[in-house]
């Protein structure tokens, strides 16, 4: 409940954030982690780094969500395969 208390948090807190909402609503949902790199935005002096998001299953098929990035960002390579992650419906 931090960062909704203190309105502040990290790609990690953001996405159990909007998952939780998201499993709250019945709709699949699991969190991923990987790297987060800086393709197609502005360099800030900042390398790319390990990042969180969430991914929902929606329409047959899973879609790649981020609550921290507030447009969508290329160039994700996750950590563990999407297919080894469990599913929670």
């Given at each position: ?13 953001f996405a ?7 499993r709250c ?65």
């Amino acid at each position: 409940m931090t960062p909704i208390c203190k309105k502040k948090g990290v790609c990690r807190d953001f996405a159990h954030l909007a998952l939780t909402l998201c499993r709250c609503m019945n709709i699949p949902a699991r969190y991923v982690t990987g790297y987060m790199g800086d393709i197609g935005i502005p360099l800030d002096g900042s390398p790319m780094d390990f990042s969180g998001w969430f991914e929902v299953y929606l329409s047959g098929k899973w879609h790649t969500c981020d609550a921290r990035h507030n447009k969508q960002r290329i160039g994700r390579i996750m950590m563990v395969p999407a297919a080894t992650l469990p599913t929670w419906r």
